[in-house]
């Protein structure tokens, strides 16, 4: 009676009813989602503070993401599928003025604006925080002159020659910090010893970087123009 049982529901349960089944609960959950799309619901976003400027410390803790009420309207349940879990509200301070007050804020509209950027189909109710309130001091400034005094440790193939003045890039770096008077010159670190044959740019490290000061750049381009000597 068992193996019986077993036959017919063999012939009856084969690939292509499973895939009808499979059809079928699928549609019944879209037919689901579309009745029940018109709820609200909160996600969480993360917040991303790009291109502060270098003269400008952030005195508080800033958010790392906002919570935000969306609602999907009638007919956009497909649009929840286009969610992304690794979408990001960017706040470039770039395009902010850091003026002597001490505060800047980041307004709803801003933080609306991106949440309905990034979810197309969705209607953004609110978001909390409603305002990303910025404590931010303003740091001293002081632009210094790059010293490469390593040429002591470059090396030559005997049969090639420098063919013009070992550069650096950039040339001056701008260093912010609330003690930069106290320095004159940036210096780099040494080369490792080589032996050169053809022109290279080498990487070159900032040497003895002061612990709470920013720099413009943290390393800088070595320009060695090396050539074959002809006779």
């Not at 991303?48 to 349940?77: F, H």
């Not at 950027?117 to 210094?144: H, N």
């Not at 004159?184 to 490792?192: A, P, S």
């Not at 050169?196 to 900032?206: C, F, G, L, Q, R």
């Amino acid at each position: 009676m068992i193996n019986a049982f077993k036959k017919v529901v063999g012939r009856l349960f084969t690939r292509t009813t499973a895939t009808f089944l499979l059809f079928l609960v699928l549609a019944f959950a879209l037919w689901l989602l579309q009745k029940e799309s018109s709820g609200e619901f909160t996600v969480g976003i993360p917040v991303a503070y790009v291109n502060k400027p270098g003269d400008i410390r952030i005195e508080t803790d800033l958010p790392q993401s906002v919570s935000v009420s969306l609602k999907v309207e009638q007919g956009n349940a497909l649009s929840l599928f286009r969610r992304r879990s690794h979408d990001t509200i960017f706040v470039d301070l770039a395009n902010y003025h850091f003026n002597n007050s001490g505060v800047l804020k980041y307004p709803a509209d801003s933080l609306l604006a991106a949440a309905s950027e990034l979810y197309p189909g969705f209607s953004v109710q609110r978001c909390v925080p409603a305002v990303i309130d910025m404590r931010y001091s303003r740091l001293r400034q002081k632009t210094l002159k790059v010293i490469f005094s390593d040429t002591d440790s470059i090396q030559l193939s005997p049969s090639c020659i420098l063919v013009g003045p070992i550069t650096v890039e950039p040339s001056e770096i701008t260093v912010y910090g609330s003690y930069v008077d106290t320095l004159n010159v940036v210096r780099l670190k040494h080369l490792k010893n080589k032996v050169y044959d053809v022109a290279v740019t080498e990487v070159v490290p900032i040497a003895n970087r002061v612990k709470g000061l920013t720099y413009s750049d943290t390393v800088v381009r070595v320009h060695i123009p090396v050539q074959r000597a002809i006779e």
